[in-house]
């Protein structure tokens, strides 16, 4: 059976391309499949920013496969180490991801892309959280999404399940810029290198550092950093890359990050 997941090394960056003819949805088959390559890009330490797009132009992801659902896959299956397409609830991922909006981004898609750190999406993305038409709940958007734009606008979008640009997109923050279609890739790769080379162990502490406070006191969040209490920020408190940004700031040179 063909790999519904694509994936190409370059250098520290590790591009993800779901390609799933014809629409890019997700069975449990490919969620576990995306788990996996996921969990090995957390636990790779030579691979630093990851990318997640879509094969094709039309598509970026629709969500969840109606047709295998109606085939038996159940909505509550095993989709894998990471949950529903391998990212959003992955433990432990303290690197940074991009998703390219390439296309119809829509359901589970967008939940997907909002499982990433930063979202590039072409001009003519359109977005939608439709699972109301089909008789369920956008779970993991309604989560998310109510804590990322304002509530009124989150609950719109989830309760009519209406459709937007991504001009739309851009405007409630869910976007952090457009390209074209023909320049997506290269945006999305340009900024994916310009993470590689920087600190992985400063994002390492980022990324932790921000699941951790999500629910907690300014205080609580900031006693248990200062505490050293955060595994990421242990780690990097004590290590050689903490040491080389301050000689090399002294020195007036670029620091070498080696991630230890």
């Known amino acids: ?34 788990g996996e390559v996921f969990a090995a890009f957390r636990d790779d330490p030579d691979l630093r920013v990851a990318i997640i797009t879509g094969a094709g132009e039309k598509f970026f992801c629709p969500g969840w496969d109606l047709k295998a659902a109606n085939d038996g896959d159940a909505v509550d299956g095993d989709y894998g180490v990471g949950g529903f397409g391998g990212l959003q609830e992955l433990r432990g991922m303290n690197k940074p991801v991009i998703a390219a909006v390439n296309g119809i981004c829509c359901g589970g898609g967008l939940e997907l892309a909002l499982s990433a750190d930063i979202i590039l999406a072409a001009d003519h993305a359109t977005f939608a959280l439709p699972e109301i038409r089909s008789g369920t709940v956008a779970d993991a958007a309604s989560v998310k999404l109510p804590k990322r734009i304002p509530y009124h606008i989150a609950m719109e979008l989830l309760l009519t399940g209406r459709w937007f640009d991504a001009t739309e997109a851009h405007g409630w923050g869910i976007v952090n810029h457009i390209h074209s279609g023909a320049t997506l890739m290269n945006e999305a790769r340009q900024m994916a290198e310009l993470i590689a080379s920087g600190p992985p162990l400063v994002y390492a502490a980022i990324k932790e550092i921000v699941r951790d406070a999500e629910d907690a006191k300014f205080q609580d969040a900031m006693n248990r950093i200062t505490k050293r209490q955060l595994t990421s920020v242990d780690r990097l408190y004590s290590s050689e890359d903490q040491a080389e940004g301050a000689r090399a700031f002294a020195e007036k040179r670029d620091p070498v990050w080696k991630g230890r």
Request: aromatic share 0%; no cysteine; charged share 25%.
């Open 1 to 34: 059976m063909t790999d519904p997941i694509k994936t190409q090394r370059n250098g520290a960056i590790l591009t993800v391309t779901l390609d799933r003819p014809k629409a890019n949805a997700i069975d449990l088959q490919t969620s576990r499949r995306m």
